[in-house]
Nanobody, 115 residues
Framework: QVQFVESGGGLVQPGGSLRLSCAAS????????MAWYRQAPGKQRVLVAR???????NYADSVKGRFTISRDNAKNMVYLQMNSLKPEDTAVYYC?????????WGQGTQVTVSS
């Protein structure tokens, strides 16, 4: 069973930066496409960014130009670099992948953007 452990969340002021990390228990090269989702209080979980095994990426319109997803296949790590953070980026951020027909999620890491 694939497991993900997110880290790197915290409290940051508007305009600040954070780097989230996701450690996978299995080869992410075998898993394939990896993604970050987020869920704000009272709202649905939504896709933030996705990266294929070949490195192709796509982003939610709300984070384009500010967030960058990357992966290190050798370390089985996925990252989300978040710059120019806004209060509306406040949410729990989850690492995700669909593998062998099942969806796998980490426990999430809280990001709070506030002055």
């Amino acid at each position: 069973q694939v497991q993900f452990v997110e880290s790197g969340g915290g409290l940051v002021q508007p305009g600040g930066s954070l780097r989230l990390s996701c450690a996978a228990s299995e080869s992410i090269l075998s898993i394939g496409t990896m993604a970050w989702y987020r869920q704000a209080p009272g709202k649905q979980r939504v896709l933030v960014a996705r990266i294929t095994s070949g490195g192709s990426t796509n982003y939610a319109d709300s984070v384009k130009g500010r967030f960058t997803i990357s992966r290190d296949n050798a370390k089985n790590m996925v990252y989300l670099q978040m710059n120019s953070l806004k209060p509306e980026d406040t949410a729990v951020y989850y690492c995700n992948a669909y593998f062998t027909g099942l969806g796998y999620w980490g426990q999430g890491t809280q990001v709070t953007v506030s002055s």
